[in-house]
């Protein structure tokens, strides 16, 4: 029976931390590439913004429902230290992010 508590309260811990991160407008730090071109991902060439978590390693993969600056910085291979600003959302499992804003951070 613990055991089952135990599961059900990381479950629901889990789930409050994504739902505050869904809706809000976040700024992201991570790398741009085409989830086409580089990830095969999509039928299309379509922004991607990979972010590694720093504690676990784990990258998350946003696509973008906009392709904003697309042949600056998504589609000729990866760009580092990308900041992008949105909204995200989950949709059919995959994490979606509304830009609103693409810039590169220096160094």
């Known amino acids: 029976m613990k055991k089952l508590l135990v599961i059900v309260a990381s479950l629901a ?7 505050a991160e869904e809706g ?11 989830a086409k071109c580089s990830l095969q ?9 990979q972010v590694t978590n720093k504690k676990t390693g ?3 993969t946003y696509l973008m429902t906009e392709n904003m600056e697309h ?6 291979g990866k760009t580092e230290n990308l900041l992008v ?3 995200v959302k989950r949709e059919d499992g995959k994490l979606m992010l509304t830009p609103s804003s693409v810039k590169q951070k220096e160094g």
């Open 24 to 34: 809000k407008t976040v700024t992201l730090k991570g790398t741009g590439l085409c």
């Open 13 to 19: 811990l889990s789930l409050s931390l994504f739902s």
């Open 71 to 76: 042949g600056k910085f998504f589609c000729k």
């Open 85 to 87: 600003t949105g909204v």
């Open 41 to 49: 991902e999509t039928k299309s060439c379509t922004n991607a913004l």
């Open 58 to 60: 784990k990258v998350r």
